[in-house]
């Protein structure tokens, strides 16, 4: 089991970057894929970019495909979120999560989940 805790949200103007960790404890961080997930004010959760347990390219949302980047560093026991370019459409909560082995890209195949961070992008 690993236990998630994310930071690094804020307030950015659009155009502007971002980039969010994920902290992982837990002794097997590098047998989990993990995932970011967001969630907008009344809409439903959505997949956003995921990472395979050996750090290999998973598929992103086409929404933020060219913009996030997720990167992870198992030494460390954390993945992060580079997020360029950001839209007033990026606005929610992101959500780090984990599941064993590869990468999915549905929300009720990851076991782990940390707390969420705030991110909003003002126009």
């Known amino acids: 089991q690993v236990q998630l805790v994310e930071s690094g949200g804020g307030l950015v103007q659009a155009g502007g970057s971002l980039r969010l960790s994920c902290a992982a404890s837990g002794r097997t961080f590098s047998s989990y894929a993990m995932g970011w997930f967001r969630q907008a004010p009344g809409k439903e959760l959505e997949f956003v970019v995921a990472i395979n347990w050996n750090g290999g390219a998973f598929s992103s949302a086409d929404s933020v495909k060219g913009r996030f980047t997720i990167s992870r560093d198992n030494a460390k026991k954390t993945v992060y979120l580079q997020m360029n370019s950001l839209e007033p459409e990026d606005t929610a909560i992101y959500y780090c999560?984990?599941?064993?082995?590869?990468?999915?890209?549905?929300?009720?195949?990851?076991?782990?989940w940390g707390q969420g961070t705030q991110v909003t992008v003002s126009s």
């Open positions: 999560a984990a599941r064993l082995n590869y990468a999915s890209t549905r929300a009720s195949e990851y076991t782990n």
